[in-house]
């Protein structure tokens, strides 16, 4: 069983920015491709970005691309997000997630492993 647990979230004004982390622990950590999803209340959950399992490939949707990054760190375990020029919009639970899988990396039709998540606000 992997566990994921993240952190790095906080309350950040407008245009500021934000490095989340996940921890992995439990398992081989570089054979899972990984993602971060957001879900802010009364809105459903939203895929923000994924990394293949080398870091090799990417994928992020319109809304974020270009100001969020995903990387990962084999060795530490981790993935990071980092998030750039925040928007109100942006304020969510943000969630680490993790999928042993082929095909395309955008797809997340099934999850092995979720983090708890953590909160991401940004005041005008």
């Known amino acids: 069983q992997v566990q994921l647990v993240e952190s790095g979230g906080g309350v950040v004004q407008a245009g500021g920015s934000l490095r989340l982390s996940c921890a992995a622990s439990?398992?081989?950590?570089?054979?899972?491709?990984m993602g971060w999803f957001r879900q802010a209340p009364g809105k459903e959950r939203e895929f923000v970005a994924a990394i293949s399992w080398s870091g090799a490939l990417t994928s992020y949707p319109d809304s974020v691309k270009g100001r969020f990054t995903i990387s990962r760190d084999n060795a530490k375990n981790t993935v990071y997000l980092q998030t750039n020029n925040l928007e109100p919009e942006d304020t969510a639970v943000y969630y680490c997630?993790?999928?042993?899988?082929?095909?395309?990396?955008?797809?997340?039709?099934?999850?092995?492993?979720w983090g708890q998540g953590t909160q991401v606000t940004v005041s005008s």
């Open positions: 997630a993790a999928r042993r899988a082929r095909g395309p990396l955008t797809d997340w039709s099934t999850v092995d492993y």
């Open positions: 439990g398992g081989t950590f570089s054979i899972y491709r």
